[in-house]
């Protein structure tokens, strides 16, 4: 695969790599290796795309008691990896996620065809508590995705649609009852993706309070009136808000897309 770097990246302005971004916050002392751990899978997918950033709190979070069966972190990560690079990039990827700091989740069945060294399964791995799960899953023809996956409650998908149309200033590339996709950046090689995916009745998406989806935004100020929830500044240029679900979202006001 060739990798591309960001000077040969497109500068029209819709074509933004750094659209969508994800902030993890560490506890003390962490904040490396958390960092590190992310650098290493994503250096096999496009090692110049820094969509992850990671910083510490000043003191370590107090542990949670372990939710309930029927909740689900509400914030995901998955890489469709291209078959055609071959079991090497595939099977690098799930050996890290198999090391520390790296943690086991769950695993999901999932149907299709699969190549005879992936398993026919889909096993989800986090980095620490209240951070996004992680999986990998196989592409058969096409580019390789980088996908942001919210999981929305039942009762507000269709809100939570609207509104990160507003923010993204995108329209719904594609859309079922209970999944939807926004197409966040596209070169030659890779898709970096938004997905809306709506959890069964009595299913609940958890917020991660170690972890924020970051946008940039242009015309802030008519965004805000739109918006469900206050804003409140956080730091110069950076705004912070909730979706309907209650999901922490850090707003970047900016007029230029790469500053």
Same mark, same amino acid.
């Given at each position: ?23 993890? /916050? ?21 090692? $110049? ?13 107090? =542990? ?15 890489? #469709? ?25 769950? +695993?999901?069945?999932?149907?299709? =065809? ?9 096993? #989800? ?10 999986? /990998? ?19 507000? #998908? +269709? ?9 993204? =200033?995108?329209?719904?590339? =594609? ?16 898709? /970096?993706e938004l997905s ?12 991660? $309070?170690?972890s924020l989806l ?16 206050q804003c409140s ?11 309907? $679900? ?9 007029? $230029?897309?790469?500053?």
């Amino acid at each position: 695969m060739r990798f591309i770097s960001l000077g040969e990246l497109s500068v029209d302005d819709i074509q933004d790599p750094f659209l969508v971004s994800i902030h993890i /916050i560490a506890d003390p002392s962490e904040s490396r290796c958390l960092q590190g751990a992310i650098d290493r899978v994503l250096a096999w997918i496009h090692p $110049d795309l820094q969509l992850f950033r990671v910083s510490e709190r000043r003191t370590s979070k107090k =542990k949670k008691l372990k939710q309930s069966f029927t909740s689900q972190p509400a914030l995901a990560i998955i890489l #469709f990896l291209q078959e055609e690079y071959g079991e090497d990039q595939i099977l690098h990827v799930h050996k890290c996620f198999q090391k520390p700091p790296w943690q086991f989740h769950h +695993t999901e069945r999932v149907h299709g =065809k699969f190549l005879p060294y992936m398993p026919c399964n889909q096993d #989800f791995f986090t980095l620490a508590c209240g951070t996004p799960l992680w999986a /990998i899953r196989q592409v058969h023809y096409g580019k390789e995705i980088i996908r942001f996956t919210i999981y929305c409650s039942y009762e507000n #998908f +269709t809100d939570m649609m609207k509104m990160y149309e507003l923010i993204l =200033k995108k329209s719904v590339w =594609k859309k079922k009852a209970d999944f939807c996709v926004f197409p966040i950046y596209s070169n030659m090689d890779i898709d /970096i993706e938004l997905s809306l995916k709506r959890l069964l009745k009595g299913q609940t998406p958890v917020p991660l $309070d170690s972890s924020l989806l970051e946008f940039r935004v242009k015309d802030f100020g008519q965004l805000v009136p739109l918006l469900p929830n206050q804003c409140s500044p956080i730091s110069e240029g950076r705004w912070q808000t909730e979706d309907h $679900d209650g999901n922490k979202i850090l707003l970047q006001v900016s007029m $230029d897309p790469f500053t």
